[in-house]
């Protein structure tokens, strides 16, 4: 037995599946978890002592690899001073303050623990804002596990084909109106028929939860400009794309306007950390300038502060890493699908930036409906075949591949030998 092995027999005694978050338990691709002891650069090493590159990046976070020098020196220095007060301090708004200059949509800022804590706090300040209660998500988008966001949702609950989620109120989730992704008719015939009761529309950018799959060029200015015809609020999800996609996220590289964005994994250098802001009279609502109540103790930590300013910085200061990480994930994902086809499978794939998905089907992949069509149990036996060889990748179908400034041109090369090796060798 592994040592591996025998530390998650001993966790499903006391922790749930054994894990913290569902998907990491890996059985959606037939498999046991590996228990990590540690990551370096572009690696993380198993407690049996084996070694992996990293494709998963801490689920995004670690965009320049594991350990880094600059967010580790940081975090030696905070917390020699100590690890939470519950009070203001420095850091905060020195952090806040470099997300709006990189965000100028994001006027005021309020740093919480999670994606899912900002996903549920933009929605309830967009309800309590507009006065409106409805919101509209698209199917297989996820932003987090807030009650009015886990309808039709992507990511674990995609991954595990969990259809409705018991515990959550039918009276809560039938104010989430879903759309499919890419169908701004659909979206135009929502707001026909609710324009008046809704209150936001919530998207991520570029869908990462789902497998990656790009907006078509008119669906976000769609969404913008119904949104505003309508009175509503446009929020975009950037807990993925946000320094990812570019040091100014999605917003930047599409145009984009929101009026709340939800920032996560990045801007805390992998300690748990996020942010939601936007514009100024919106964000005013929240206590203690107006009613809107929303609170947490750890809210703005020094030592997640510390992190993410550390990590933040480097990446203004370095921009070179988003052509570094944009032509490895390009090499990949190109070599992959080339790979796939050449050993007979059905394949398509999207890419853009650091962020790409093959899907064991034909394709296009566009939308929800589409990327349900990939044979799971062939990425499973792709995922096993790599994880022998050596490569982490996400344990499901419906996350994204990142790639890392960590991993270098050989790197890459290594994964698509391994690929192909591993393609040769599954059944059909
Ligand atoms: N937030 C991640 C989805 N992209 C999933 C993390 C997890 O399930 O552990």
Not at 37 to 53: P, T
Not at 232 to 248: Q, S
Not at 338 to 353: D, L, R, Y
């Amino acid at each position: 037995m592994s040592k591996s092995e025998k530390l998650f027999a001993e966790a499903t005694q006391i922790i749930p599946g054994g894990v913290n978050s569902p998907v990491r338990a890996c059985r959606s691709v037939g498999s046991d978890p590996i228990f990590v002891d540690h990551g370096r650069g572009a690696r993380i090493f198993d407690v049996d002592g084996k070694s992996y590159l990293d494709f998963v990046s801490s689920w995004g976070p670690l965009i320049c690899g594991h350990a880094t020098p600059w967010v580790t020196h940081a975090l030696e220095e905070a917390i020699k001073k100590g690890t939470s007060f519950g009070a203001p301090t420095e850091g905060e708004t020195k952090l806040a303050g470099l997300i709006n200059e990189n965000y100028p949509s994001m006027e005021m800022v309020r740093l919480v623990n999670s994606g899912t804590e900002a996903g549920m706090s933009v929605i309830r300040l967009a309800r309590g804002f507009t006065g409106r209660d409805k919101i509209v998500k698209f199917q297989g988008c996820y932003h987090g596990h807030a009650d009015s966001l886990l309808v039709s949702a992507g990511s674990g609950v995609a991954t595990l084909g969990i259809p409705g989620c018991p515990g959550i109120p039918a009276a809560l989730a039938e104010l989430t109106l879903t759309v499919p992704y890419n169908d701004v008719n659909a979206l135009t015939e929502t707001f026909a028929k609710h324009g008046k009761d809704i209150a936001a529309v919530i998207v991520e950018p570029v869908a990462g939860n789902m497998g990656v799959v790009l907006p078509e060029p008119d669906f976000l200015p769609a969404i913008e400009k119904l949104t505003r015809e309508h009175g509503a609020l446009f929020i975009c999800d950037e807990v993925i794309t946000g320094f990812r996609l570019t040091v100014g996220g999605a917003q930047k590289h599409f145009g984009l306007k929101p009026d709340l964005t939800m920032l996560g994994k990045i801007i805390g250098g992998g300690l748990p950390l996020a942010a939601f802001g936007g514009r100024r009279e919106v964000m005013e609502s929240l206590a203690p300038v107006g009613g809107v109540y929303q609170a947490g103790t750890l809210s703005g930590n020094p030592l997640a502060v510390a992190a993410g300013i550390a990590a933040v910085e480097y990446l203004m200061r370095e921009t070179s890493v988003y052509g570094r990480i944009r032509q490895s994930s390009l090499r990949w994902s190109s070599g992959l699908l080339e790979a796939a086809k050449s050993h007979g499978f059905n394949v398509c794939g999207n890419q853009i930036g650091s962020m790409s998905t093959m899907f064991f089907t034909e394709g296009p992949v566009r939308d929800y409906e589409s990327a349900l069509k990939s044979d799971t149990g062939l990425y499973g036996q792709f995922w096993r075949g790599m994880l022998e060889r050596g490569f982490w990748l996400a344990p499901s179908q419906f996350e994204a591949t990142f790639t890392s400034a960590g991993m270098i041109p050989d790197d890459i090369e290594a994964a698509l030998d391994a690929a192909n090796e591993t393609l040769k060798a599954m059944k059909k």
